[in-house]
Structures are given as structure tokens and as C-alpha cells.
């Protein structure tokens, strides 16, 4: 059994985390998301979301399968060839991987909207502050006059000029009702989500079923070396990508291990 089991109870910095602890990436997911509780980003639920997603990670190796990487590097290419890409962030987003978050936006040039589903101005005006100290300029979300259709009125909360006129959505750890409804009015969707059989991936035009933390700088890489790229040559890459044979290889590997 290895010296480091558990995160130290009395860890106050993510810093403190033994970087050689074989579980090191989850111990420090697990830390974001409670020190997000704590300053009242995340939701309590959260950490509900995040053991679950843990277990799929657990699952499929703590690692970015090739499937993945190609829907990463499709969604790179989606975003580039959007006119009016939004990014979507909730409690655990911007827990996990606000500045990340912050760079994706700024190589693909899409705006950040806060869009909760447990949503309270406190809690707005927190992720909202928190993504401006991770140098976001401007973000979206936080009057949301506008509303998404068929959907109960504060998750449905949305700004007209961002998410509601969106061409395509990045909607990570979304759950599946908003996702459908998003679909529904007809938005080019990218969720990120580590379990496939998920409502949101299966309906998502590029499913991303991958750890958050991997996920997003693998996604700003591919942007920057595709930043030159033609419109046909990103056309092509979104066209090559498999949306099906993705999520079959993500459930394939969580059933059946190598
Ligand atoms: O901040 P709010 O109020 O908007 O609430 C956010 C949560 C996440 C609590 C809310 O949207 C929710 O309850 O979501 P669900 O229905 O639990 O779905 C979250 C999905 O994200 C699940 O399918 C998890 O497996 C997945 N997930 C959790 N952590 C990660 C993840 N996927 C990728 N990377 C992760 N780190």
C-alpha cells in the first residue's frame, strides 16, 4: 500500500498533494472541487457529480483514449468553424478548470457563460468573479434574460446573445434534460463527459468522454495547431469524426477493462 492513500485531512493547498501519488490526478480533482464547495462556486451535488465521474475514470484507465483524442481534436476544429461559439461552465467546470478554460475560450474566440443548474445569484456571482481571476474578460450568464424552450425556468436561464444565439454549445458535465433541450433547439453540441451512457454525450454531435482536467488543454493544443488551418481542412476533420464508434470504444473499455 503506498504511503500517500488518502489526501492528508488538514491539506489546505492542492500544492500539498504528492505529486508522485499514483492517484495524484484524482486526489487533486477530488481537492478543487471541495475547495469549490468551500468558496461557494460549486454545489454540494457536485461532489456527487464528481464521485461518479471518478468511477468512470477509474474505468477507463485515467487516461485520454485515442477515440477521445479525435473527438477533442474534431471539437477543436468545431469551435474554430463556429461563428458563435459559447463555452458553457457550471460549479464544477469552474472548480476543475477555470483557466483552462479561460485559454480554450481565448484560442477558439468563444465567449464563457455561467449557466447552473442549481442556480443562485450568489453562486453566479462567484464562478463569475472566479473566472475573471483566472483572466476572463467578459462573461456571459450573469442576467440571463432569455430562456431555453421546454425546460424548468432557472436551469432554462440563458443570455440572448450567448448561449440562446449560440451556433455551437460546449456544455461540459451537463445533465441530459439541458442537453436535449439545447439539441432540441437545434445547437451544434460538444459535451464532455466521462460517462458515455450519459443523456448529454448521446446526444451531443461531439461526445467527449474524457476527464475534464485532460480534456480541455487537449483541446486548446489542437485549436493552436489548427489555427491556420483552412475551412475545408477543418470541415474535413469534423467530418472524419465517428460520434458512434467513440462512445461504443468509451463503453466498450468500461466494460471490459484493456
Ligand atoms: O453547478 P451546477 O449547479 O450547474 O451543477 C453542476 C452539476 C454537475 C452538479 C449538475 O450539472 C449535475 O448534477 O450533473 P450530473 O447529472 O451529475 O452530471 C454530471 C456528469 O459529469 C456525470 O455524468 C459525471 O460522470 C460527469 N463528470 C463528473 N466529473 C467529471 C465528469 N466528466 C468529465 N470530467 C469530470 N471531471
Known amino acids: 500500500m503506498s504511503d500517500y492513500e488518502t489526501v492528508p485531512a488538514e491539506v489546505e493547498d492542492e500544492t500539498e498533494i504528492p505529486t508522485d501519488h499514483p492517484r495524484y490526478t484524482d486526489l ?18 457536485g461532489m ?10 477509474y474505468l477507463l484507465g485515467e487516461q485520454t483514449l485515442e477515440s477521445a483524442a479525435a473527438a477533442e481534436r474534431a471539437a477543436a476544429a468545431q469551435l474554430l468553424l ?4 459559447v463555452i458553457s ?10 483557466g483552462e478554460m479561460v485559454d480554450l475560450a481565448e484560442a477558439v474566440d468563444a465567449d464563457l457563460e455561467v449557466n447552473l443548474f442549481n442556480r443562485t445569484a450568489e453562486r ?28 424548468d425556468h432557472q436551469r432554462a436561464r440563458v443570455d440572448a446573445d450567448g448561449i440562446y444565439a449560440a451556433d455551437v454549445v460546449l456544455v461540459p458535465l ?6 436535449e433541450a439545447l439539441e ?18 448521446q446526444v451531443a454531435d461531439i461526445p467527449i468522454v474524457d476527464n475534464i482536467v485532460r480534456a480541455v488543454p ?5 485549436a493552436d495547431s489548427l489555427a491556420e488551418a483552412s475551412t475545408a481542412d477543418l470541415e474535413a476533420i469534423v467530418e472524419e469524426f465517428d460520434r458512434e464508434a467513440a462512445l461504443e470504444d468509451a463503453e466498450h473499455r468500461i466494460r471490459n477493462g484493456l
Open 28 to 45: 487533486v480533482t477530488r481537492h478543487r472541487i471541495e475547495a469549490g464547495v468551500e468558496k461557494g462556486i460549486t454545489h454540494l451535488q
Open 48 to 57: 456527487h457529480a464528481e464521485g461518479r465521474g471518478s468511477a468512470f475514470d
Open 82 to 85: 463556429a461563428e458563435d461559439p
Open 89 to 98: 461552465i457550471n460549479g464544477n467546470v469552474a472548480a476543475l478548470v477555470p
Open 124 to 151: 453566479i456571482t462567484a464562478i463569475a468573479d472566479h473566472l475573471r481571476d483566472h483572466g476572463a474578460t467578459g462573461v456571459k450568464g450573469i442576467e440571463a434574460t432569455a430562456r431555453i424552450p421546454n425546460l
Open 174 to 179: 451537463e445533465d441530459g434534460d439541458r442537453a
Open 184 to 201: 432540441a433547439m437545434g445547437k451544434t453540441e460538444i459535451v464532455i463527459d466521462l460517462n458515455p451512457l450519459s443523456r448529454s454525450p
Open 218 to 222: 487537449n483541446m486548446t493544443a489542437h
